[in-house]
């Protein structure tokens, strides 16, 4: 979420009646209810997030990693789940709204966003030895979606923003490594980012 600052704060300084009306709307039982409800908020917040992350993360994750290694893992394992979200490209025909050209750049901006979070996802899911981190993570992109950076540069509290989303980024990269230290997950993780290919692979 730190990752995420100043999009939140964005919403926070965008939301017309204040962010606790905000969190206080969306945290009652009926607009809940209406979520749930949802077969497209389901498949983004819920479904999505918890299938992709058991195939992509933990099936793929512990087969690739004895045969290249971890590092090698988390940069190809993001692969396949780029590639997995080309199917996007079938709705969009569908709708007949967009050119080839304009579906062709948003497949390669997908897969390009779709890989980095992937390399994301399975660093922590190797770090910390749980499932639950990488489906949290995911469920929360899905809800925040891509930052929007062109409405923070036209924003009248643009100084403000630009400074929340590079505190984000800061913040985001001094507290990755000690925030997944395996010690605070209470397991020996599945392996380290040092370990060398098994032998047994070949």
Same mark, same amino acid.
């Given at each position: ?60 994750? =512990? +087969? @690739?990693?004895? /045969?290249?290694?971890?590092?090698? #893992?988390? *940069?190809?394992?993001? $692969? ?78 643009? =100084? +403000? @923003?630009?400074? /929340?989303?590079?505190?984000?980024? #800061?913040? *985001?990269?001094?507290? $990755? ?26």
């Amino acid at each position: 979420m730190m990752l995420f600052l100043g999009p939140l704060v964005q919403l926070v300084v965008e939301s017309p009646k204040g962010i606790l009306f905000e969190i206080k709307m969306r945290c009652n039982l009926r607009c809940l209810s209406l979520c749930v409800r949802d077969l497209k908020w389901m498949r983004n917040h819920i479904v999505a997030p918890l299938t992709e992350e058991l195939v992509f993360r933990a099936c793929m994750l =512990p +087969v @690739l990693v004895p /045969c290249t290694g971890p590092t090698a #893992a988390i *940069f190809i394992c993001p $692969l396949f789940f780029g590639v997995a979200h080309f199917h996007h490209i079938t709705e969009q025909l569908r709708s007949g709204c967009d050119t080839w050209g304009d579906i062709l750049i948003t497949a390669v901006f997908q897969f390009a966003y779709t890989y980095v979070f992937g390399i994301y996802s399975a660093f922590i899911f190797i770090r910390t030895g749980h499932l639950l981190a990488p489906v949290l993570c995911h469920s929360f992109c899905n809800c925040m979606g891509f930052p929007e950076f062109g409405r923070a540069l036209k924003h009248p509290l643009r =100084p +403000v @923003l630009l400074f /929340c989303y590079q505190l984000g980024v #800061a913040l *985001f990269l001094l507290c $990755l490594l000690p925030l997944t230290d395996p010690f605070f997950y209470g397991v020996t993780p599945i392996c380290t980012l040092f370990l060398n290919p098994r032998a047994f692979c070949s």
